[in-house]
């Protein structure tokens, strides 16, 4: 099935705390219409967008094995909630 869904006008955002915690979290996501794989072109632009995600990956990985890092993990993935909506990094 497919579903509709509506583009927010502005950011929308969460923060939670809990004292219990041992490390931060920090998720980022953005929806958008869902890019179909018709052409070369096409998949062409979701391979670039793929690669930028395992090259901004690896960057966090190297940022949190420094000495003192301001954050303990970080990644990028993309996903699929709904037929036509797609997350992205």
Do not use: M
């Not at 927010?8 to 980022?28: F, G, K, L, M, N």
């Not at 869902?34 to 190297?62: M, P, S």
């Not at 954050?71 to 909506?85: C, D, H, I, K, L």
Request: hydrophobic share 35%; glycine share 2%; charged share 20%.
């Amino acid at each position: 099935p497919n579903f509709d869904f509506a583009a927010h006008t502005t950011p929308r955002y969460s923060v939670w705390a809990d004292s219990e915690a041992y490390q931060s979290i920090v998720y980022i996501s953005y929806k958008h219409p869902r890019v179909v794989l018709d052409t070369v072109a096409q998949y062409r632009v979701h391979l670039v967008a793929e690669i930028f995600c395992v090259a901004l990956n690896n960057r966090f990985f190297k940022i949190s094995r420094q000495p003192d890092p301001p954050f303990y993990n970080a990644g990028t993935q993309s996903e699929e909630p709904a037929r036509p909506v797609q997350s992205q990094c």
